[in-house]
């Protein structure tokens, strides 16, 4: 199949409207369609991850704990570009790109691609005299690594054919940082042990992009934004 492929020159619009060349790898007519292979045994298909993770806890006296930890990961793998099949559809998927072979038509950019990711979280607790209870917890999130991309527009025999523009270690999205706080009280009746909360998620009413089309025809457009600050209280019952 490698030596039918032919190389093929398509013309698209870019997001701002600019024209846009691309020198793809297509096959011929004759060819279209002639299979439904599955491929099962993909070469090189291997996925290397490679993490490093430190983590801390500890009491200070018998009031306060503190917790930090963090991890910052190398990734070696396939990814897709045909994301409507195999790529993360939720309005808050963590990533929108998928991890799968795909047939890729831009020789230009590889079916392997080599990215990272890292995250750092904190958290602490403090008790006050007379139970009340104060407690923080922060995290830092690196966004996904992606591309834009080039759907399957019908200019091409193989199909589909959605391709990645250029490597995804060119791009990452927003990047999140989140603080959420928690006051409590805890009472004691009888032997019931009543705890009053009160929540405050996302402190700072961080607002990052955590989700955005990456189609050629829509680029950029967003689809979910992280959820605003938040208020909650709540009730627990010990017996």
């Not at 930890?69 to 195999?86: F, P, V």
């Not at 007379?130 to 025999?157: C, E, K, M, T």
Request: net charge negative; proline share 6%; hydrophobic share 40%.
């Amino acid at each position: 199949m490698a030596s039918s492929r032919v190389p093929t020159l398509i013309h698209v619009t870019g997001p701002s409207g600019q024209p846009e060349t691309y020198h793809v790898f297509d096959i011929p007519a004759s060819l279209a369609g002639q299979s439904d292979a599955l491929f099962d045994n993909i070469p090189d298909s291997d996925f290397h991850y490679t993490t490093l993770d430190v983590a801390f806890s500890s009491h200070i006296g018998r009031r306060f704990f503190v917790q930090t930890s963090g991890d910052y990961q190398w990734r070696d793998e396939l990814r897709t570009a045909d994301i409507l099949d195999w790529g993360d559809q939720t309005p808050l998927g963590a990533d929108a790109i998928g991890v799968n072979f795909f047939l890729n038509t831009n020789p230009t950019v590889r079916n392997r691609q080599r990215t990272t990711t890292y995250q750092v979280q904190a958290l602490g607790r403090y008790v006050f005299p007379h139970d009340v209870g104060i407690a923080a917890n922060w995290r830092y999130q690196s966004g996904f690594p992606y591309s834009r991309i080039i759907p399957d527009l019908g200019l091409l025999n193989l199909s589909p054919a959605p391709f990645f523009v250029e490597n995804l270690n060119q791009h990452r999205s927003n990047n999140v940082s989140l603080l959420n706080v928690r006051v409590d009280k805890l009472f004691q009746i009888g032997k019931a042990r009543i705890t009053a909360m009160f929540d405050v998620d996302n402190v700072l009413n961080a607002n990052p992009v955590t989700n955005f089309n990456l189609f050629n025809d829509d680029f950029g457009h967003v689809i979910a934004v992280l959820d605003p600050r938040v208020a909650l209280i709540g009730v627990r019952l010990t017996f």
